[in-house]
């Protein structure tokens, strides 16, 4: 077993070593897995290194700012015409998270694993897997100090970004003396830490808002008030003019709840699916119990995507939570 500092020198090496790379990310991309993806990109752009940036999807609307965001091609839209040899992946606990874009891989791909979630089972050729980091974005941070380059602002505001979005604004428990320790490094850098905070935590659109009422409208708790969850239809999209990113932070309010150990939210897809996300008080391991439905993630915040019917994927899940209680 290599240690960290191992991981990340074989990481270098291998970016110094060769050219052309593909940047890839998680499906329904989050903060930390934009920021990511840019960091590393900004990276090779200083190594004068060739790159592209990828997702199966879209980037959300509001992680567009960061440094070349608008130049992560979405797949869906933009079918690349050729395969890539050199892959890093970033913030993806296992290979089916990142999607489609696999397909552009070629069958001997070289890939390099960047990721901080304990359920990531090592999928790369190299694997920097390190679960004590808050976010893959603190995991590129260590990666680019290895580098004789100089940071400048538009890199250490996605790294910022990305710790930032992970941790729930330095709230959550992956908040470790080194996170605040980097996050003030990237302050002195210029990084406008209340400016990014407002716009990506504090502020709403008035479709966030509204879908946020209509999935308050669902809530359900179980008689014990351990576990508590709150759904989303496509109707109910449709009705607030919500997208994809404008659910985020829904499931942290049956967290919330006073007693409530484990909070749920369901969201049904259009094609049928649910996509399940679990946040936990601390006791219940929702990594363990997102795996058993063939997703992952940490401890305290996991989830997966079952197809099916949602009132049955409801109370299959809840069930499930509840033994582990
Ligand atoms: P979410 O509930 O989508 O915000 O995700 C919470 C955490 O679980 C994040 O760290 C995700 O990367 C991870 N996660 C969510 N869905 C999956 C999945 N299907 N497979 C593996 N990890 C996941
Ligand atoms: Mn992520
Ligand atoms: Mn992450």
Redesign the pocket.
């Known amino acids: 077993m290599q240690t960290y500092e191992q991981e990340l020198q074989q990481a270098k090496e291998f970016l110094l070593k060769h050219d052309d790379y593909l940047i890839v990310s998680?499906v329904q991309p989050?903060g930390d897995a934009v920021s990511s993806t840019v960091a590393v990109g900004w990276l090779l752009s200083r190594l004068g290194k060739k790159f592209t940036m990828m997702n199966e999807g879209v980037i959300p609307n509001r992680m567009k700012s960061l440094w070349h965001a608008e130049y992560i091609i979405n797949m869906s839209e933009q079918p690349p015409q050729r395969t890539f040899t050199n892959v890093i992946c970033v913030?993806c606990?296992?290979f089916e998270?990142v999607g489609r874009t696999k397909q552009y891989f070629t069958e001997d791909a070289a890939i390099v694993n960047i990721d901080h979630?304990p359920?990531n089972n090592r999928y790369g050729a190299i694997n920097v897997v390190y679960p004590e980091a808050a976010a893959t974005a603190e995991i590129l941070f260590d990666l680019l100090n290895l580098f004789d380059i100089e940071w400048d602002i538009d890199v250490a505001t996605a790294v910022y970004t990305g710790l930032l979005t992970d941790t729930g604004g330095f709230r959550y428990s992956n908040t470790s003396p080194k996170v605040m320790n980097i996050a003030s490094t990237l302050l002195s850098y210029g990084v406008n830490g209340p400016k990014i905070a407002e716009y990506l935590l504090e502020e709403m659109t008035l479709p966030q808002l509204k879908v946020l009422v209509q999935a308050l409208n669902t809530l359900h708790i179980t008689s014990d008030g351990k576990v508590a969850w709150v759904h989303i239809t496509p109707q109910h999209m449709i009705d607030s003019g919500a997208v994809s990113e404008d659910l985020e932070g829904i499931?942290n309010y049956p967290r919330n709840i006073q007693g409530v150990e484990v909070g749920i939210l369901f969201k049904q897809l259009n094609n049928g699916a649910v996509k399940v996300?679990m946040r936990s008080a601390g006791k219940v391991n929702v990594a363990a119990l997102?795996q058993s439905f063939g997703?992952?993630?940490?401890v305290r915040?996991?989830?997966?995507?079952l197809e099916g019917d949602l009132e049955d994927i409801m109370s299959k899940v809840v069930e499930q939570v509840r033994r582990a209680l």
Do not use: I, M
Not at 295 to 298: A, Q, R
Not at 301 to 305: C, D, K, N, V, Y
């Open positions: 998680h989050d913030d606990a296992d998270r979630h359920t499931v996300s997102a997703g992952g993630g940490h915040a996991a989830g997966f995507r």
